[in-house]
């Protein structure tokens, strides 16, 4: 498998993002790299990456079919209500409004925030274990050492097959974070990431 | 061990589980099961007597007792127990037959608690606990004491063997283990004179006396009896009134504290602290005896607490966050404490002891000082939402409020930037926060789960970042291992630096 494959790397970052140098020592990568550079690269090699793009396609998906079914109802609701006949100009101006109001923005969440999401959305695994950044207003990164991994998950929707995407879902002993989610990667990926993080760091040795 | 058995053996045979040195529960236990029922039956029990008034609704209740005094007759004749070879075996059920292995190394604890009775009886309630879960592993009620005792020998000497270290010699009892401290007379009534639980009960005891009528204006308009007479007694001007009002006032203080002196030594009464084999045993109470072993492999923080009063007469409280258990459950949160109530330094050495790792003088680090600022504005502008606007809806008395508040949010805001610390030394991760209560807590690398950094809209316009450390059981903690107002840089090295850290070692339940 092609190290592209894996995903995006983030390359380029508002400065207000990057990381400070040297967050994820360099020494770590090379090792990684040293020990693990057979045939087939590792996905541990401290890069940072996007999740798949088609996730972008996905999530508009969903929330196309989400405004869909609320603006419908809406619709099918306000229609309702003029087809009464007895309908007042001022109530039908206010629902008429409140109808767009919801409607539009809604178009925006449907259409743009995958977007602005998925360019929030990161993972980066090295030897220590996996590294998830997220969040647009709230942003939050989140390190899960390998040797604190009790199990995960590599969970597809019905949709998500369709796009060949999976969630990577990664139990912790932890109590805030006792599961961990990377939604978006390709299942390819995320199935690699996996095998990354139960392959287990220390338990193995000790 | 009934391994090698053939798998075709039919299911009616005799249960090959019964013999082999398994142990049934105590006799007692059937008494004690239909207590539980009899328990539970009580209060919807009482409400049907009381709203019936006729006697045949009793013989009626009678009738609920049937179901569980034969579930009870069930449980303690299929109830069984064995010591495995690494495993702790416990077989129940009738019709549906469980058998459940628990391995000696994943067994957390054996806790017993003994009510009035269960002494009277000579008998304990012993729960078998791993660190997964609220619920216990396996709960054995009841066992003889001399029972529970072998079981607690049994389980930790097994779990030693298990673990291969034959040379540690094997535990002493309980009598000549070493004692670390223990709740004097002097100090209890001092817990129980510095604790505020005498004001949760009256103010479950007013919700009560509400829903059943008590403050109903019709029926309190006149006072009765002596009270009364005095009352009547006191001449209705202001001075007198005044001293009235105070006196109430005083003698509802002094209830409450004595409501507080009471809890406290039920929960309390003669708490002692013992070293046992590889951890700690905390024995309390003063109706039901509670008993329980921590071992240090299973501290997940230690947290010193001190309230405001308590810094003024040199003394502390020590808690420990163990993994599994749920926050919800009172006899969890109160065998968490190591001890209630001690003197600086004892505390200190306790804390040092539970946690050699994290032991040592601590060189805290600040968090970022225009946290201050951040602090102000923020209770400025809650303030002029809050009492500005009401002034000039309502009335101008609210400015008065207003200019009250914002010193009391300037001291507030400056002592907890203040307050708010960090530290890394050794192998441990040291959080310190609260104003009037303070809280210092201590958490090894080898149980840190996650590590995250959150950056709100806020802490991007600063520069600054939150530091939040995960462990298993904080759900316990009333401490959360949180360092907010970090610098954002400072933030993403710690992170990585607890990360390489946590990585680095490996996790035992």
Same mark, same amino acid.
């Given at each position: 498998?092609?190290?592209?494959?894996?995903?995006?790397?983030?390359?380029?970052?508002?400065?207000?993002?990057?990381?400070?140098?040297?967050?994820?020592?360099?020494?770590?990568?090379?090792?990684?790299?040293?020990?693990?550079?057979?045939?087939?690269?590792?996905?541990?090699?401290?890069?940072?990456?996007?999740?798949?793009?088609?996730?972008?396609?996905?999530?508009?998906?969903?929330?196309?079919?989400?405004?869909?079914?609320?603006?419908?109802?809406?619709?099918?609701?306000?229609?309702?209500?003029?087809?009464?006949? #007895?309908?007042?100009?001022?109530? #039908?101006?206010?629902?008429?409004?409140?109808?767009?109001?919801?409607?539009?923005?809604?178009?925006?969440?449907?259409?743009?925030?995958?977007?602005?999401?998925?360019?929030?959305?990161?993972?980066?695994?090295?030897?220590?274990?996996?590294?998830?950044?997220?969040?647009?207003?709230?942003?939050?990164?989140?390190?899960?050492?390998?040797?604190?991994?009790?199990?995960?998950?590599?969970?597809?929707?019905?949709?998500?097959?369709?796009?060949?995407?999976?969630?990577?879902?990664?139990?912790?002993?932890?109590?805030?974070?006792?599961?961990?989610?990377?939604?978006?990667?390709?299942?390819?990926?995320?199935?690699?990431?996996?095998?990354?993080?139960?392959?287990?760091?220390?338990?193995?040795?000790? | 061990?009934?391994?090698?058995?053939?798998?075709?053996?039919?299911?009616?045979?005799?249960?090959?589980?019964?013999?082999?040195?398994?142990?049934?529960?105590?006799?007692?236990?059937?008494? =004690?099961?239909?207590?539980?029922?009899?328990?539970?039956?009580?209060?919807?029990?009482?409400?049907?007597?009381?709203?019936?008034?006729?006697?045949?609704?009793?013989?009626?209740?009678?009738?609920? =007792?049937?179901?569980?005094?034969?579930?009870?007759? =069930?449980?303690?004749?299929?109830?069984?127990?064995?010591?495995?070879?690494?495993?702790?075996?416990?077989?129940?059920?009738?019709? =549906?037959?469980?058998?459940?292995?628990?391995?000696?190394?994943?067994?957390?604890?054996?806790?017993?608690?003994?009510?009035?009775?269960?002494?009277?009886?000579?008998?304990?309630?012993?729960?078998?606990?791993?660190?997964?879960?609220?619920?216990?592993?396996?709960?054995?009620?009841?066992?003889?004491?001399?029972?529970?005792?072998?079981? &607690?020998?049994?389980?930790?000497?097994?779990?030693?063997?298990?673990?291969?270290?034959?040379?540690?010699?094997?535990?002493? @009892?309980?009598? !000549?283990?070493?004692?670390?401290?223990?709740?004097?007379?002097?100090?209890?009534?001092?817990?129980?004179?510095?604790?505020?639980?005498?004001?949760?009960?009256?103010?479950?005891?007013?919700?009560? $006396?509400? !829903?059943?009528?008590?403050?109903?204006?019709?029926?309190?308009?006149?006072?009765?009896? @002596?009270? $009364?007479?005095? +009352?009547?007694?006191?001449?209705?001007?202001?001075?007198?009134?005044?001293?009235?009002?105070?006196?109430?006032?005083?003698?509802?203080?002094?209830?409450?504290?004595?409501?507080?002196?009471?809890?406290?030594?039920?929960?309390?009464?003669?708490?002692?602290?013992?070293?046992?084999?590889?951890?700690? &045993?905390?024995?309390?109470?003063?109706?039901?005896?509670?008993?329980?072993?921590?071992?240090?492999?299973?501290?997940?923080?230690?947290?010193?607490?001190?309230?405001?009063?308590?810094?003024?007469?040199?003394?502390?409280?020590?808690?420990?966050?163990?993994? /599994?258990?749920?926050?919800?459950?009172?006899?969890?949160?109160?065998?968490?404490?190591?001890?209630?109530?001690?003197?600086?330094?004892?505390?200190?050495?306790?804390?040092?002891?539970?946690?050699?790792?994290?032991?040592?003088?601590?060189?805290?680090? @600040?968090?970022?000082?225009?946290?201050?600022?951040?602090?102000?504005?923020?209770?400025?502008? +809650? $303030?002029? +939402?809050?009492?500005?606007?009401?002034?000039?809806?309502?009335?101008?008395?609210?400015?008065?409020?207003?200019?009250?508040?914002?010193?009391?949010?300037?001291?507030?805001?400056?002592?907890?930037?203040?307050?708010? /610390?960090?530290?890394?030394?050794?192998?441990?991760?040291?959080?310190?926060?609260?104003?009037?209560?303070?809280?210092?807590?201590?958490? &090894?690398?080898?149980?840190?789960?996650?590590?995250?950094?959150?950056?709100?809209?806020?802490?991007?316009?600063?520069?600054?970042?939150?530091?939040?450390?995960?462990?298993?059981?904080?759900?316990?903690?009333?401490?959360?291992?949180?360092?907010?107002?970090?610098?954002?840089?400072?933030?993403?090295?710690?992170?990585?630096?607890?990360?390489?850290?946590?990585?680095?070692?490996?996790?035992?339940?």
């Amino acid at each position: 498998m092609d190290p592209a494959e894996f995903g995006e790397e983030v390359s380029s970052r508002p400065a207000e993002e990057s990381a400070p140098e040297g967050a994820w020592p360099a020494a770590l990568d090379r090792s990684a790299a040293g020990e693990e550079a057979e045939e087939t690269p590792s996905i541990a090699d401290g890069v940072e990456r996007r999740v798949a793009r088609e996730s972008i396609g996905l999530d508009r998906l969903g929330g196309w079919i989400t405004l869909a079914v609320l603006s419908l109802g809406g619709g099918v609701f306000v229609a309702i209500y003029l087809a009464t006949g #007895a309908w007042d100009p001022l109530w #039908a101006g206010i629902l008429g409004s409140a109808w767009l109001l919801l409607t539009l923005p809604g178009l925006w969440f449907a259409h743009v925030w995958p977007a602005v999401n998925w360019r929030h959305l990161s993972f980066r695994a090295d030897e220590r274990g996996i590294e998830i950044r997220r969040g647009i207003l709230w942003r939050r990164v989140i390190t899960v050492p390998r040797s604190r991994v009790q199990h995960t998950d590599v969970s597809q929707g019905p949709l998500q097959r369709r796009f060949d995407l999976a969630t990577l879902i990664i139990h912790t002993a932890g109590t805030d974070h006792a599961t961990v989610e990377l939604p978006g990667l390709s299942h390819a990926t995320a199935l690699r990431l996996r095998d990354h993080l139960i392959s287990g760091g220390l338990d193995d040795a000790v | 061990m009934p391994y090698d058995e053939p798998i075709a053996s039919p299911a009616f045979e005799p249960r090959r589980t019964a013999i082999d040195g398994a142990q049934r529960l105590h006799p007692f236990s059937l008494l =004690f099961s239909i207590g539980r029922a009899a328990r539970n039956l009580l209060i919807p029990g009482l409400f049907v007597l009381f709203a019936a008034d006729d006697n045949r609704y009793e013989l009626f209740l009678m009738v609920l =007792f049937v179901p569980a005094t034969v579930r009870a007759m =069930f449980k303690f004749l299929t109830f069984r127990y064995r010591f495995g070879e690494t495993e702790l075996i416990v077989t129940e059920g009738l019709i =549906f037959r469980n058998e459940r292995h628990v391995p000696y190394l994943r067994i957390q604890n054996i806790d017993w608690s003994q009510n009035v009775l269960h002494r009277v009886l000579g008998v304990a309630n012993v729960r078998v606990e791993t660190a997964g879960g609220s619920e216990p592993e396996a709960e054995l009620q009841v066992l003889s004491v001399g029972a529970a005792e072998e079981m &607690r020998g049994r389980v930790f000497e097994e779990k030693r063997r298990a673990r291969g270290d034959e040379a540690v010699p094997a535990p002493q @009892p309980a009598e !000549e283990r070493d004692e670390l401290a223990r709740l004097t007379l002097g100090e209890l009534l001092l817990l129980g004179l510095l604790s505020n639980r005498g004001i949760a009960l009256v103010a479950a005891g007013l919700g009560i $006396g509400w !829903e059943m009528g008590l403050f109903d204006p019709r029926q309190s308009e006149e006072w009765t009896g @002596p009270v $009364g007479a005095f +009352l009547d007694r006191v001449p209705e001007t202001w001075p007198w009134r005044l001293a009235l009002l105070i006196a109430a006032l005083l003698v509802f203080l002094l209830f409450v504290r004595m409501l507080s002196v009471v809890w406290t030594a039920l929960q309390f009464w003669d708490f002692r602290l013992w070293r046992s084999e590889g951890g700690l &045993r905390v024995e309390s109470g003063l109706l039901t005896r509670h008993t329980s072993t921590i071992p240090f492999a299973r501290v997940q923080q230690v947290t010193q607490i001190e309230t405001w009063v308590q810094r003024l007469i040199g003394r502390r409280g020590l808690r420990v966050v163990t993994a /599994g258990g749920d926050a919800d459950n009172d006899e969890q949160s109160r065998r968490r404490w190591l001890l209630p109530l001690g003197e600086r330094d004892l505390i200190d050495s306790l804390a040092g002891l539970a946690q050699p790792e994290t032991s040592g003088t601590i060189a805290w680090q @600040p968090v970022e000082p225009r946290a201050f600022l951040r602090l102000l504005r923020r209770a400025a502008i +809650l $303030g002029l +939402l809050i009492l500005v606007i009401p002034a000039l809806i309502w009335s101008r008395w609210w400015l008065v409020g207003a200019a009250l508040v914002l010193p009391w949010a300037w001291l507030d805001a400056k002592l907890r930037v203040r307050r708010l /610390g960090w530290a890394i030394t050794g192998r441990g991760l040291h959080v310190r926060s609260g104003v009037w209560t303070h809280r210092v807590s201590a958490v &090894r690398f080898n149980k840190i789960q996650t590590v995250q950094c959150e950056t709100s809209p806020f802490d991007r316009r600063f520069g600054m970042a939150t530091l939040a450390v995960d462990i298993a059981g904080s759900g316990n903690s009333d401490h959360r291992l949180r360092v907010p107002f970090l610098d954002a840089t400072l933030a993403e090295m710690l992170r990585d630096r607890l990360t390489t850290e946590a990585a680095k070692t490996r996790f035992r339940w």
